[in-house]
């Protein structure tokens, strides 16, 4: 269940990241998503290590579970360190490229950025880079000649606007900048809880193996069975 559960929080931070990587040039921030759906592959192995090693009573099956568990654990713990570094990254990044994106808006033969900036003026409920006056500066305004921002700026109550920056009450107000950042470092933290969280699970799974362990050991009856005598 674990596994599943980090398999699906790193695929959730990829699918939402595809819906943000205009805004987004480093590729490397996707490290730790990475990272988590590969322990939660291997987590699962280990799951399965962990219960027949169990169920046999294996010293060696369990001892190698801790080890292999102790072994994810520290992967987890980088996960959750190189989310904090790229979360705090998230902003730099943006600003870097946002501006790049908006500028290179064609709207009359949308390319990806195009789909890209209409998605998220939608989704997010946003015009523009910090408000709908930025779209004064873009080249797409110039060339259209027409005083209006794109249909995407439009409030989605509206069926009658035209995107006319003479009537800016019915565009959206916000910026979409600082809410493109937000959405970030929110995916950003998804991966950082869930790394704590099932970080906190492999100790429990570590102790109770170690538990097991050492009873194990303690146990007369099942040294003498290991060494071929017998019981009564």
């Known amino acids: 269940?674990?596994?599943g559960i980090?398999?699906?929080?790193?695929?959730?931070?990829?699918?939402?990241?595809?819906?943000y990587d205009h805004f987004f040039e480093d590729v490397y921030t996707l490290i730790p998503a990475v990272i988590i759906i590969a322990v939660g592959t291997l987590l699962f192995i280990i799951g399965l290590i962990g219960c027949c090693a169990t169920i046999?009573?294996?010293?060696?099956?369990?001892?190698?579970?801790?080890?292999?568990?102790?072994?994810?654990?520290?992967t987890e713990v980088v996960v959750v360190v190189l989310g904090y570094i790229y979360r705090?990254?998230?902003e730099d990044e943006v600003?870097?490229?946002?501006?790049?994106?908006?500028?290179?808006?064609?709207?009359?033969?949308?390319?990806a950025a195009s789909r890209a900036i209409d998605y998220v003026q939608r989704q997010l409920r946003c015009c523009g880079i910090h408000?709908?006056?930025d779209w004064e500066n873009t080249v797409w305004f110039k060339q259209t000649k027409n005083n209006s921002v794109p249909l995407s700026c439009c409030k989605a109550a509206l069926s009658n606007c035209t995107g006319s920056l003479t009537r800016p009450m019915d565009l959206y107000s916000e910026g979409c900048e600082a809410l493109v950042v937000k959405k970030?470092?929110?995916?950003?933290?998804?991966?950082?809880?869930?790394?704590?969280?099932?970080a906190a699970i492999q100790l429990l799974?570590?102790?109770?193996?170690?538990?097991?362990?050492?009873?194990?050991?303690?146990?007369?009856?099942?040294?003498l069975l290991i060494a071929g005598g017998t019981y009564a």
Request: aromatic share 14%; proline share 2%.
């Open 1 to 3: 269940a674990a596994a």
């Open 6 to 19: 980090l398999c699906y929080v790193g695929a959730y931070v990829f699918i939402t990241y595809d819906d």
């Open 56 to 74: 046999r009573e294996s010293r060696c099956g369990l001892a190698s579970f801790v080890i292999i568990l102790l072994l994810v654990f520290i």
């Open 88 to 90: 705090a990254k998230v």
């Open 95 to 111: 600003d870097h490229s946002i501006r790049k994106v908006y500028n290179g808006y064609n709207g009359t033969n949308p390319d």
């Open 131 to 133: 408000n709908y006056s």
């Open 184 to 198: 970030l470092q929110e995916i950003m933290m998804y991966v950082i809880w869930a790394a704590l969280a099932f």
């Open 205 to 223: 799974g570590m102790l109770c193996a170690c538990i097991v362990l050492c009873r194990r050991s303690r146990d007369p009856a099942y040294e």
